[in-house]
């Protein structure tokens, strides 16, 4: 991740704003992954700002249940508490707050295990990876609409095994 300054010039005759749009994409690129690496409810000024998954990370999350939509059931004995709608919603609510000028966004998360390829033998997966897309229209201010996507995955521990 690269960190970049404000688009702002001062000079002498005052200030002025000087935006690329590459500039304008890594920005908002870090205020997607801000967003992810959040948890929803730590930001004081604002308590919907983040990511819900967070705040579910030792609850008993299952991948096939989650990326179906089938969770806040009991699955197994296990009560899931994190829905997938429920995290797509607070990263899409959180960057239509910060960010207006992504537009039309649309959030897709999926949680699978983290599986060595190299490896011939099967073993349970000790990791989940949680890849988060997020999709939209960059407005440059003009009317003019580009395309938008930006994916960050990260790896979580499950806290619940199952064995087939």
Not at 43 to 68: C, I, K, L, M, T
Not at 71 to 85: D, F, I, P
Not at 91 to 101: F, N, Q
Request: one cysteine or more; a positive charge.
């Amino acid at each position: 991740m690269s960190f970049i300054s404000t688009p702002l010039v001062f000079k002498r005759s005052g200030a002025s704003i000087l935006r690329d749009i590459n500039d304008r994409i890594t920005m908002l690129d870090n205020l997607v992954e801000l967003v992810v690496f959040t948890p929803r409810g730590s930001f004081a000024a604002d308590p919907d700002f983040g990511f819900e998954y967070w705040n579910h990370e030792y609850s008993n999350v299952h991948y096939r249940e989650f990326n179906n939509s089938q969770l806040g059931r009991m699955a197994k004995g296990l009560q899931n508490e994190v829905t997938k709608k429920e995290c797509e919603d607070s990263i899409r609510k959180s960057l239509a707050t910060y960010e207006p000028m992504l537009k039309n966004i649309a959030v897709s998360i999926v949680l699978d295990t983290a599986t060595n390829k190299s490896s011939l033998r099967k073993k349970i997966a000790s990791k989940y990876e949680v890849n988060v897309l997020v999709e939209g229209q960059l407005d440059d201010g003009l009317g003019t609409l580009q395309p938008y996507r930006k994916s960050v995955v990260f790896l979580v521990e499950p806290t619940v095994k199952r064995y087939r």
